[in-house]
């Protein structure tokens, strides 16, 4: 987003009401940026994070269509078709071509709005879900799965990429008794041939770079068959 507002493209080939458009969008605490043209839009959302596009279908240098379809292909923002074709078919090739709402001219104000906050209340929530799926927390430790790093309180902790597997999998697993071969054979992905060594090994690396005084959860051996990770 562009600062604390956010940033919306309207591609409109009419002017008049494209700057009619901006003004009531600004009015209401968003920021707007105005294209004429299919190459002008192309231009701007090459420049800019959008985080919503307002679509006419009829353009003078081409399709809204097909503009929708490569704004698709490059961003999950959404996109709001506002055009002047009514027939049916336009709403549905609009939706088939990405977009996620379709409304006709003359508009009412007061739904324009409505839809263009709700649209981006749903984005911001998918992104803030995203975000939230790819980090796991269990007491003071942190798995920022993007980064493939791990976390006790504010210090990274350092694992190498095959370290952070290991945790990965017992943390995914919490409570569960994981065997030894069902361990090394997940990360390793090669049999381990009833040696335990390089496991152990590594995993009381992962301990040692975890550090002694970490809270909230632990890694136990089930002596004899595999590791347990626990958060309390």
């Given at each position: 987003m562009s600062g604390s507002k956010p940033?919306?493209?309207?591609?409109?080939?009419?002017?008049?009401?494209?700057?009619?458009?901006?003004?009531?969008?600004?009015?209401?605490?968003?920021?707007?940026?105005?294209?004429?043209?299919?190459a002008k839009a192309r231009e701007q959302a090459n420049s800019h994070p959008f985080d919503l596009f307002v679509l006419d279908v009829a353009l003078p240098d081409g399709c809204g269509l097909t503009l929708c379809n490569e704004f698709r292909n490059k961003t999950d923002s959404p996109i709001l078709f506002l055009s002047s074709k009514t027939e049916t078919l336009y709403k549905v090739a609009g939706l088939d071509a990405g977009g996620d709402y379709y409304l006709t001219k003359p508009f009412d104000k007061a739904e324009?709005?409505?839809v263009i906050q709700s649209l981006i209340n749903r984005a911001q929530r998918s992104r803030r879900k995203a975000v939230e799926s790819a980090i796991i927390k269990k007491g003071t430790l942190t798995l920022k799965l993007d980064e493939?790093?791990?976390?006790?309180?504010?210090?990274?902790?350092?694992?190498?990429?095959?370290?952070?597997s290991t945790l990965l999998l017992l943390v995914q697993n919490e409570d569960n008794k994981l065997a030894y071969d069902y361990i090394y054979e997940t990360v390793w992905q090669a049999e381990m041939n009833n040696d335990t060594r390089a496991l152990r090994q590594q995993i009381s690396r992962i301990k040692k770079k975890l550090g002694?005084?970490?809270?909230?959860?632990?890694?136990?051996?089930?002596?004899?068959?595999?590791?347990?990770?626990?958060?309390?």
């Open positions: 940033l919306i493209l309207i591609v409109e080939d009419d002017k008049d009401l494209a700057h009619l458009n901006a003004r009531l969008l600004m009015r209401h605490g968003y920021n707007v940026v105005i294209a004429h043209t299919a324009y709005l409505a493939r790093k791990a976390y006790v309180g504010k210090r990274e902790a350092g694992l190498s990429s095959r370290e952070f002694e005084e970490y809270e909230g959860f632990s890694i136990y051996n089930e002596q004899g068959f595999g590791y347990v990770f626990s958060a309390k």
